[in-house]
């Protein structure tokens, strides 16, 4: 029998991966990703996660994605599951109910996407198109977590609900956890006393851990594997090389390049979330790829310091460090309930000085949660994470 020695084994291997990569060059030609990649232009798309509850798909969540590739950056926008929409001629209230009405008329994955993906730029008033999604439902979620080893998360408080009928058992005690593809879907699923708020900050907890999982070489190697995912579970107008092409932009992503936001609005008595428009318009005048690259306030920013910990006089120290640090810090004080974690919230789009604030503090995790009426720039609540002496 012929046998490769090590130079011929070489050449092979060689060989192999410039047929690989001709072919890739060949076929992303003709993808859109590639292209909107290659100009540096904006790519927006829908992220919808689907349950089937009473006989019936609904969109359980909604993540509205913007990368930029020019500047490698991402933004995440979650809409709440309950964001009132109410289209005239529509019986509809909430916004997850749109998917479940537009599948009943045709019976059509892709028809129900298209018009969840309508629905939602009409919510965020015309100011973005969504071109591009991704339906995947509990079993493919499940499967892919499975797919990419599992995924690291830290829970601070306990965390149990039953549900008989939709045969639903959650419970986790604090602490820090590698979660399968099952445990991950009853953690993203889980609401809790902080309604249906709490349950979005936990999954941008969770799928920025997950996004961490695609710098792994190894996740370019199970790609087949995540295509017959794609084939069964996923529901998208992408085609294999969009979404090739889409993995590999996500494996040079860095963390500090993704900002996780949410749609601004308050809750009303029916539990519904109904949207700030006025605060919808900054967020996405202050985000979008277009403007990222504006040049931050720096330290001129209006900051708030609380104290979530058990630990006395910490806002007052943490003030103390920032101010001599040139931020302008307004107020500060006791806030009313302990936390474990300390959150970092930029209200008025500026990242990069509330991750500075994190990188002062060593520690805090970032999000941006715009609201531009509230007078002050970055909000600071010091959780028992918060070591400062």
Not at 112 to 127: D, I, S, W, Y
């Amino acid at each position: 029998m012929f046998k490769l020695n090590n130079l011929n084994k070489d050449r092979l291997i060689l060989l192999i991966i410039v047929i690989i990569v001709a072919f890739s060059i060949f076929f992303s030609i003709k993808s859109p990703i590639a292209k909107l990649v290659r100009s540096g232009q904006p790519i927006n798309g829908l992220i919808i996660g689907t349950d089937w509850v009473d006989y019936a798909r609904h969109s359980d969540t909604l993540v509205f994605v913007d990368y930029d590739p020019h500047n490698r950056f991402l933004n995440i926008v979650s809409v709440p599951r309950d964001t009132h929409f109410s289209p005239e001629g529509l019986h509809l209230s909430r916004i997850n109910e749109v998917y479940a009405y537009n599948y009943r008329i045709k019976k059509d994955d892709h028809y129900a996407c298209t018009q969840v993906c309508r629905a939602v730029e009409e919510l965020f008033g015309g100011r973005v198109n969504i071109p591009f999604y991704i339906q995947i439902n509990y079993s493919g979620f499940k499967r892919f977590i499975d797919l990419i080893g599992g995924v690291d998360i830290e829970i601070e408080e306990a965390m149990n609900y039953d549900d008989g009928a939709q045969n639903l058992h959650i419970h986790f005690e604090p602490g820090k956890y590698h979660l399968d593809g099952a445990r991950a879907l009853e953690f993203v699923r889980y609401r809790g006393k902080s309604g249906d708020l709490g349950r979005v900050s936990r999954q941008q907890r969770f799928l920025k851990s997950a996004l961490a999982k695609f710098r792994s070489p190894m996740l370019i190697a199970r790609f087949p594997q995540i295509t017959r995912i794609i084939f069964t579970d996923v529901k998208t107008n992408l085609s294999f090389w969009d979404m090739l092409v889409c993995t590999m932009e996500l494996k040079d992503l860095r963390m500090n390049d993704i900002r996780l936001a949410q749609l601004p609005g308050t809750p009303r008595k029916d539990l519904l979330w109904e949207v700030d428009e006025e605060n919808c318009a900054g967020l996405f005048d202050k985000i979008l790829c277009s403007t990222m690259a504006a040049p931050t306030q720096g330290p001129k920013l209006r900051i708030e310091v609380w104290n979530a910990s058990s630990k006395g006089k910490l806002a007052e120290k943490v003030t103390w460090i920032l101010r001599n640090q040139g931020f302008d810090v307004v107020n500060y004080g006791s806030y009313a309930t302990r936390q474990k974690r300390t959150l970092i919230k930029d209200l008025t789009g500026d990242l990069r000085s509330a991750q500075r604030i994190a990188s002062i503090i060593a520690c805090g995790e970032v999000v941006t949660r715009y609201d531009d009426k509230r007078y002050v720039d970055i909000s600071v609540t010091l959780g028992e994470d918060c070591n400062i002496k």
